[in-house]
């Protein structure tokens, strides 16, 4: 049996432990909150017909006046149901309190930061994206938490960096890690998930497409708060032989009802697959089937269409200006497209929050066949230069989040875990570090928040970001023995003491760039300049007191065993698919960069 969690706090939960009652919110410098006044109490006073003051500048962007009064308007609404929600959490009888909204999480696998026409793609192949971009709010530095696929997972669903969480490995400095089926590892029982956590709210919770936090028993979704899940625990890679590695599965729920490259067939060499329409239409389902029941829900859509090999459906093969990937792009964008149109059709959009990212930075090693674009910055997926670890990133809520916005706010995939709580009206677990910001204020007010953008790759910080200035502790690419093999994470960018092939140490003077002038990481401050020695004191108390407090977890990512591959999961013998697993031989993982 698992342990006692600790519950998250409910924000009218608190109030009443204390005798209290919540009626009152307002925004302080972290983000909404809620504030307790003695029973029979009456709230701060407010003048008659006023709209209340939020604490902290609210600019309207320039030259526009009424798109700030807009601004006030959605966060004022907001405002109103939160207030409703609490009220209506409370037991006291609010007559047609609405339910929190609904989260839709649509996380993209390999998309870059260049891949959406909103940030440049010269092709603009991407309309509804773009739309979506127009009708909402634009993040152009937005980070993952890891430039690879499970650490990165991890920390979205838990707040917190990898390192903390245990999806990392100390077999090699600085080595990137992640859970292909080999892997005993995966996400520990002691971490606290987002679905869980969203269940005190009354949310049902559907994961579709790729887990990747494990694919063992102990590590199923649904173990970690998820109602439903369609999908696979691993990356698409195969076709196996299923004797010295078996295929992987594809679940709905608990149980295995296939597998890649045979039930769900993936043809390498023209790209057609349905994969994409599937997890389309499972998301089209949820949807209706939770609003026709008046459930909140929390939708988390994790497609990996654009994960080397990448395929499309054949009426978006051969469609794209750009080839193979363009065509999976374009398949994407569509079917976000449809997701926001059903939306609108149930009369939800204005209830759901709707937010697109990606998981880490484009596969530059697979493009451009078969990866995307970086736009302007260097290198690419498994490095922790800007092309590895900014992400495209749109958020989306009619009548809350003003039209049109662009927010150059320091925005962190973590970030999703603490503004979903947010949402739900929970406040985040007080027993654990938690690393992500509520972005509730930066979309509803426009509001800018400092705060740190740390860069790991693996056991090791290797930069650090705050403001506009990136300190380099550590560089490198990948082995000299890997680049001569033809293993390049940077094609065509090679910058002289930079994209090191061998690994760098620079914590006694950092490699320090502005990323507003040198977005491309190309001319580092000279050291000697007043500039050099400014941006330092700002970053070095930053990573000090981040390195004294930092209790890393247990690593999940060093050992290996071929035993423990999908040879029998679930469901397996219901279809004639289970397969012998050889001998169990665990052995340390080999990772190579």
């Given at each position: 049996?698992?342990?006692?969690?600790?519950r998250?706090?409910?924000?009218?939960?608190?109030?009443?432990?204390a005798?209290?009652?919540?009626?009152?919110l307002?925004?302080?410098?972290?983000?909404p909150?809620?504030?307790?006044?003695?029973?029979?109490a009456?709230p701060p006073h407010?003048?008659?017909?006023?709209?209340?003051r939020?604490?902290?500048?609210?600019p309207?962007?320039?030259?526009s006046?009424?798109?700030?009064?807009?601004?006030?308007?959605?966060?004022?609404?907001a405002?109103?149901?939160?207030?409703?929600?609490?009220?209506s959490?409370?037991?006291?009888?609010?007559?047609?309190?609405?339910?929190?909204?609904?989260?839709?999480?649509l996380?993209?696998?390999?998309?870059?930061?260049?891949d959406l026409?909103?940030?440049?793609?010269?092709?603009?192949?991407t309309?509804?994206?773009d739309?979506?971009?127009?009708e909402?709010?634009?993040?152009?530095?937005?980070?993952t938490?890891?430039?690879l696929c499970?650490?990165?997972r991890?920390?979205?669903l838990?707040?917190?960096?990898?390192i903390?969480?245990?999806?990392y490995?100390?077999?090699?400095h600085?080595?990137?890690?992640?859970?292909?089926?080999e892997?005993v590892?995966?996400?520990?029982?002691?971490?606290?998930?987002?679905?869980?956590?969203?269940k005190?709210?009354?949310?049902?919770?559907?994961?579709?497409?790729?887990?990747?936090?494990?694919?063992r028993?102990q590590?199923h979704?649904?173990k970690?708060?998820?109602?439903?899940?369609?999908?696979?625990?691993n990356?698409?890679?195969?076709?196996?032989?299923?004797?010295?590695?078996?295929n992987i599965?594809?679940?709905?729920?608990?149980?295995?009802?296939?597998?890649?490259?045979?039930e769900?067939p993936?043809?390498?060499?023209?790209?057609?697959a349905?994969?994409?329409q599937?997890y389309l239409?499972?998301?089209?389902?949820?949807?209706?089937?939770?609003?026709?029941a008046?459930h909140?829900?929390?939708?988390?859509?994790?497609?990996?269409a654009?994960h080397?090999p990448?395929?499309?459906?054949?009426?978006?093969?051969g469609?794209?200006?750009?080839?193979?990937?363009g065509d999976?792009?374009r398949?994407?964008?569509?079917?976000?497209g449809?997701?926001l149109?059903?939306?609108?059709?149930?009369s939800?959009?204005?209830n759901?929050f709707?937010f697109f990212?990606?998981d880490?930075?484009?596969?530059l090693?697979?493009?451009p066949r078969?990866?995307?674009s970086?736009?302007?910055f260097?290198?690419?997926?498994?490095?922790t230069?800007?092309?590895?670890?900014?992400?495209?990133?749109i958020?989306?809520?009619?009548g809350?989040?003003p039209?049109g916005?662009?927010?150059?706010?320091?925005?962190?995939?973590?970030?999703?875990?603490?503004?979903?709580?947010?949402?739900?009206?929970?406040?985040?677990?007080?027993?654990?570090?938690?690393?992500?910001?509520?972005l509730?204020?930066?979309?509803?007010?426009?509001?800018?928040?400092?705060?740190?953008?740390f860069?790991?790759?693996?056991?090791?910080?290797?930069a650090?970001t705050r403001?506009q200035?990136k300190?380099?502790?550590w560089t490198w690419t990948?082995?000299?023995?890997?680049?001569?093999?033809?293993v390049?994470?940077?094609?065509?960018?090679?910058?002289?003491?930079?994209?090191?092939?061998s690994?760098e140490?620079?914590?006694?003077?950092p490699?320090?760039?502005?990323?507003?002038?040198?977005?491309?990481e190309?001319f580092p401050?000279?050291?000697?300049?007043?500039e050099y020695?400014?941006?330092?004191r700002?970053?070095t108390?930053v990573v000090?007191?981040?390195q004294?407090?930092?209790?890393?977890g247990?690593?999940?990512l060093n050992?290996?065993?071929?035993a423990v591959?999908?040879w029998?999961?679930?469901?397996c013998?219901?279809?004639?698919?289970?397969?012998?697993?050889?001998?169990?031989v665990?052995e340390?993982?080999?990772?190579p960069h």
């Open positions: 049996m698992r342990p006692a969690r600790p998250p706090t409910h924000l009218s939960h608190a109030c009443h432990s005798g209290l009652t919540p009626p009152h307002s925004f302080c410098r972290s983000g909150r809620f504030s307790c006044h003695s029973a029979g009456a407010r003048p008659a017909g006023r709209v209340a939020f604490a902290g500048p609210f309207p962007p320039r030259g006046v009424a798109l700030g009064v807009v601004a006030m308007a959605a966060v004022a609404a405002t109103r149901w939160r207030l409703l929600l609490v009220l959490a409370a037991g006291l009888g609010v007559t047609g309190a609405p339910q929190p909204p609904n989260i839709l999480l996380l993209m696998d390999d998309m870059g930061w260049g026409g909103v940030y440049g793609e010269p092709s603009r192949e309309p509804n994206l739309r979506m971009a127009a909402g709010m634009l993040f152009p530095n937005f980070y938490a890891n430039p499970s650490p990165s991890a920390a979205l838990t707040g917190r960096l990898p903390r969480s245990g999806f490995t100390t077999n090699g600085a080595r990137n890690a992640y859970t292909p089926q892997i590892g995966g996400i520990p029982d002691s971490e606290l998930l987002l679905p869980e956590l969203l005190e709210a009354g949310y049902t919770s559907k994961i579709v497409g790729k887990w990747h936090l494990g694919h028993p590590f979704p649904l970690h708060g998820f109602d439903e899940w369609f999908g696979s625990p990356c698409h890679f195969g076709p196996y032989d299923n004797k010295a590695r078996p599965p594809v679940y709905r729920d608990w149980e295995m009802v296939g597998r890649f490259y045979e769900f993936i043809n390498l060499k023209t790209g057609e349905n994969l994409t599937i239409q499972e998301a089209l389902d949820f949807i209706k089937r939770q609003q026709a008046h909140p829900f929390f939708l988390h859509w994790a497609i990996d654009t080397a990448v395929y499309a459906s054949r009426p978006f093969l469609t794209s200006q750009r080839g193979r990937y999976a792009v398949e994407i964008d569509d079917s976000v449809k997701i149109h059903l939306l609108r059709d149930l939800i959009a204005e759901t709707v990212t990606s880490n930075g484009a596969a090693i697979s493009a078969q990866g995307g970086n736009g302007p260097l290198c690419g997926k498994q490095t230069f800007e092309g590895g670890m900014r992400e495209p990133a958020a989306w809520w009619p809350h989040i039209a916005q662009v927010s150059h706010q320091l925005g962190s995939i973590m970030d999703l875990f603490t503004t979903s709580l947010s949402l739900a009206g929970l406040e985040p677990p007080r027993d654990r570090a938690i690393d992500g910001l509520d509730l204020p930066t979309m509803l007010q426009g509001r800018l928040t400092d705060r740190p953008v860069y790991y790759r693996g056991n090791a910080l290797m650090v403001g200035y300190a380099h502790f990948n082995s000299w023995e890997e680049f001569r093999q033809g390049d994470f940077c094609p065509g960018q090679n910058v002289s003491g930079v994209t090191t092939h690994q140490e620079h914590t006694k003077l490699l320090v760039f502005h990323l507003g002038r040198d977005p491309g190309r401050l000279s050291i000697a300049s007043t020695l400014d941006a330092l700002q970053i108390p000090r007191q981040h004294e407090a930092l209790v890393p247990q690593p999940q050992v290996c065993n071929r591959m999908n029998a999961p679930p469901g013998e219901k279809l004639g698919k289970c397969l012998m697993p050889p001998e169990s665990p340390k993982c080999s990772w």
